[in-house]
């Protein structure tokens, strides 16, 4: 369907590359923000709020989630061809469709990350909401806070897991059709979340803590993504092919290797850095050099986020059946 729809060929055109950058940022800004609703939420309910009191992340972080996820949706509707049309999506619910999912899952997550973040503005804070109507919302919702932070975490672990499953649907796409995709997407997403709070927290027990977080989360995708390269090089002669421009240094696949490259040494780089911080001994304070390892480190992971979704956006496209 697709050589007679579009004229794809092995000669004038051989592959077809329909989603570009815009899609790619779109899914890591989307993740970020997921990963980001789920480490806020720990850091609320960690030792019963404790952890959260007087840090400038419990405040920031929650407002930063809406933020980041209006501007990876702004991608996506530059992304969109026909933009006015883009309502469609909200006339039906699609139970088969991924898509359909996430689209509604958005609509939902908008709120509730709203919601959740004026209910944790402390009282002393207020004032900057200018509008009695918003003091007074904030003040409600501030007595349902450990509720609306289950719901922040549910939500940030759905738009996690979601884009994920929504690349693993297209079964003409193998390098995507693997049921590893969406948690390595999820686990990315919250070690992009984590990696943020650190850059963000201002207290040394908070930056530390997200570290000893994230050092577990970057150990998780250190397996995953070798086992997802490993499921589909021992599976069908397609899926196998589709893993090639990552291990092909060639001309046509250059970037493909260099992204792994990157990432084997992304990593592993970052691991460390937050392994020595968290055996250092600190004092009261965070020195500017472990200030300095500590950003490093977390930009680090980042990149690694986003180094993922650009190269299996566009590798992925590569990819057929046949």
């Known amino acids: 369907m697709e050589l007679t729809i579009t004229g794809v ?84 619910i699609q139970p088969l469709s991924p898509m ?27 004032h900057y909401l200018r509008f009695p109507v918003l003091v007074n919302l904030a003040e409600r919702l501030g007595r349902f806070r450990l509720q609306l932070a289950a719901a922040n975490f549910a939500m940030g672990i759905f738009i996690g897991v979601y884009t994920g499953v929504l690349l693993s649907s297209f079964v003409a796409r193998p390098l995507w059709n693997s049921a590893i995709l969406p948690v390595l997407f999820l686990t990315s997403a919250m070690s992009a979340g984590a990696a943020f709070m650190i850059m963000i927290a201002g207290k040394k027990k908070v930056k530390l803590f997200f570290t000893k977080v994230d050092i577990w989360l970057i150990l998780a995708e250190m397996v995953i993504l070798p086992l997802f390269f490993y499921g589909q090089y021992t599976s069908s002669g397609a899926h196998r092919e589709s893993i090639m421009p990552f291990f092909t240094f060639s001309h046509g696949y250059f970037w493909y290797g260099l992204g792994m490259i990157l990432l084997l040494v992304i990593f592993p780089v970052a691991l460390v850095l937050k392994y020595l911080e968290v055996k250092e001994e600190h004092g009261e304070e965070l020195s500017a050099d472990a200030l300095l390892k500590m950003n490093l480190s977390a930009i680090m992971v980042l990149v690694g986020g986003l180094i993922i979704r650009l190269s299996f956006v566009y590798a992925g496209q590569l990819s057929h059946l046949s």
């Open 100 to 126: 359909s999912w996430g689209s509604w899952g958005l609509i939902v997550f908008y709120p509730v990350s709203i919601m959740y973040a004026l209910a944790t503005l402390p009282e002393s804070k207020r």
């Open 9 to 92: 060929n092995a000669v004038t055109t051989p592959h077809l590359h329909v989603w570009d950058w815009r899609v790619s940022l779109y899914l890591f800004l989307g993740g970020l923000s997921a990963g980001l609703a789920i480490m806020t939420s720990i850091l609320h309910v960690r030792k019963g709020g404790a952890l959260a009191e007087g840090d400038r992340a419990a405040i920031s972080a929650p407002l930063y989630v809406p933020l980041i996820l209006s501007v990876g949706m702004l991608f996506i509707f530059l992304d969109l061809e026909r933009k006015l049309n883009v309502f469609w999506f909200y006339l039906t």
